[in-house]
């Protein structure tokens, strides 16, 4: 059994008829999911969708989307899914890239695109229509373990965007380690599914759960505090990014008692701050799970479902996964040290598409992928995140670890949130600005952030510069833009 579709297929509930997909507009049963995916399957084909060809999805999310997305794999063609708020201009790099044989865009988009067959999912020609009249049985495509599943496009916050190619076994294997991992109590949790559906966190963490787990899913079309505590009181498993629970605790109403039938809080896709963890915890009597994964190796590690759960730390790396942290020398990092995380294991990407060279540069000798991100591993195989390799500040000769600094800023008085950046100085190379955002009605000042931080870490680390801001900015998963930041300031230290 190779084909992703086969394991869902093979993981149906006993009972079909009970309802999988509940959302504001439709609800699908585990019967009607398999009959509509093999209808929209068919229409796929007969427009000229084969395996490997690459079907590219920019669409708002829909139920039909999650079809369309389950007819991909059943066609054997390689999704390719696009974050929605992309304007016309960015997708022509993605279509120049990708290649695909067909696009699927809403209806506002569909002139847009420049691309010789490009269809909406709800037009009169556009493919619910078509699937309607076609079979509700279709035969599987066969495909082997190394197959490609989907392509999703990292961000590309330096240089172009990279399409990581996940196969078939990726996904399938990164799944069911997660259904043991977090204690998946088949037929019996219900999920409130919040996040996009272009993304690794809402497209196959959450949704790949769900399925392969035999669960009812409350499909919101996005995060609102309103329906999502609604959904609370049905629900037993939540998947979030840390931005949602800012949100949720921000509202009185959110109450143990409103969310008593919760089992799991799960969050990812950014850092959570410690002050929400602990937090969080006070206010539902239960913490946060938080993981850590990446779009080229799906979930990497995770906080643990039953033992103690460390604020500001990811876990250990999963069952089937492995993690080491090397130095600037290439030896492991001693214990709780700072270097880059290597990872290996069957949730480890193919490579990038068409970018051979980037590929062979992000695996070592030996086989591990290098993930970029700056961490730290005890002796327990806990992961900690210190920054990214790009977020790196050397001022000085020195290094500077940003989130180390945001996380003494985040606890001062007055400071909602932080993100500490590089800059161009004359004199050090880099010098450490830090962005503050105050908390409601607070005016923290400059000098006062400088001093309060000087009795916690050396003085290279000292920010040369505060400066305040109404809103950090953040991209569609919650993670703020530091290279947004880097642009804004790069003049900070500029000589008159």
């Known amino acids: 059994m190779t084909n992703l579709f086969e394991h869902f297929e093979d993981n149906l509930p006993r009972n079909r008829q009970g309802v999988f997909l509940e959302s504001a507009a439709v609800s699908y049963t585990f019967s009607e999911l398999m009959d509509a995916s093999a209808r929209y399957a068919h229409a796929l084909a007969r427009l000229g969708v084969t395996p490997g060809d690459r079907v590219l999805v920019q669409v708002e999310k829909s139920a039909e989307a999650v079809l369309l997305y389950l007819a991909c794999l059943?066609?054997?063609?390689?999704?390719?899914?696009?974050n929605t708020a992309y304007t016309a201009s960015e997708m022509a790099y993605f279509l120049d890239d990708a290649s695909p044989t067909l696009v699927v865009v809403e209806p506002t988009r569909r002139f847009e695109v420049k691309h010789?067959?490009?269809?909406t999912l709800f037009d009169d020609d556009g493919l619910a229509g078509r699937s309607e009249t076609e079979s509700k049985e279709f035969d599987t495509a066969t495909r082997e373990d190394n197959d490609i599943a989907a392509i999703?496009?990292?961000?590309?916050?330096?240089?172009?965007?990279?399409?990581?190619?996940?196969?078939?076994?990726?996904?399938?294997?990164?799944?069911?380690?997660?259904?043991?991992?977090?204690d998946w109590q088949r037929e019996r949790d219900v999920l409130v599914h919040a996040l996009p559906i272009y993304h690794v966190h809402g497209l196959f963490v959450a949704l790949h759960c769900a399925l392969l787990g035999g669960s009812r899913m409350i499909f919101l079309e996005s995060f609102h505090v309103d329906t999502v505590l609604e959904a609370f009181q049905r629900a037993t498993v939540f998947m979030g990014v840390p931005t949602y629970y800012t949100r949720l605790l921000a509202d009185s109403?959110?109450?143990?008692?409103?969310?008593?039938?919760?089992?799991?809080?799960?969050?990812?896709?950014a850092p959570?701050?410690?002050?929400?963890?602990?937090?969080f915890e006070k206010r539902v009597g239960q913490p946060i799970l938080e993981r850590y994964g990446m779009t080229e190796a799906g979930m990497i590690t995770s906080n643990p479902i039953a033992g103690p759960r460390q604020a500001g730390a990811v876990g250990p790396p999963l069952a089937d996964v492995e993690a080491r942290v090397r130095g600037e020398d290439g030896a492991l990092a001693p214990s709780g040290e700072p270097g880059v995380l290597e990872i290996r294991g069957p949730n480890v990407f193919r490579g990038y598409w068409r970018m051979e060279d980037k590929t062979a540069e992000s695996f070592t000798d030996d086989g591990w992928f290098i993930t970029g991100d700056v961490a730290t591993q005890d002796a327990g195989g806990v992961v900690r995140i210190v920054g990214r390799d790009k977020d790196l500040i050397i001022s000085g000769g020195l290094n500077v670890y940003p989130k180390e600094i945001e996380l003494l800023i985040d606890e001062l008085p007055g400071v909602d949130e932080s993100a500490v950046i590089g800059v161009h100085h004359p004199d050090w190379g880099e010098a450490v600005v830090a962005i503050v955002?105050?908390?409601?009605?607070?005016?923290?000042?400059?000098?006062?952030?400088?001093?309060?931080?000087?009795?916690?870490?050396?003085?290279?680390?000292?920010?040369?510069?505060?400066?305040?801001?109404?809103?950090?900015?953040?991209?569609?998963?919650?993670?703020?833009?530091?290279?947004?930041?880097r642009e804004r300031y790069a003049t900070t230290f500029e000589r008159a």
């Open 116 to 119: 010789s067959h490009v269809l």
């Open 272 to 279: 959570l701050r410690d002050e929400t963890f602990r937090e």
């Open 437 to 485: 955002k105050a908390g409601p009605g607070a005016s923290p000042g400059e000098e006062s952030i400088i001093e309060a931080l000087r009795e916690h870490i050396a003085g290279f680390k000292l920010p040369k510069r505060v400066a305040f801001i109404d809103e950090l900015p953040r991209n569609a998963m919650g993670k703020v833009q530091k290279n947004v930041l």
């Open 253 to 269: 109403r959110f109450t143990r008692e409103r969310c008593s039938g919760m089992r799991l809080f799960i969050s990812g896709s």
């Open 74 to 82: 059943r066609t054997g063609a390689i999704y390719v899914p696009l």
């Open 152 to 182: 999703l496009y990292t961000s590309g916050t330096t240089g172009r965007s990279k399409g990581a190619m996940l196969s078939h076994s990726n996904l399938s294997s990164n799944a069911l380690t997660l259904l043991k991992a977090w």
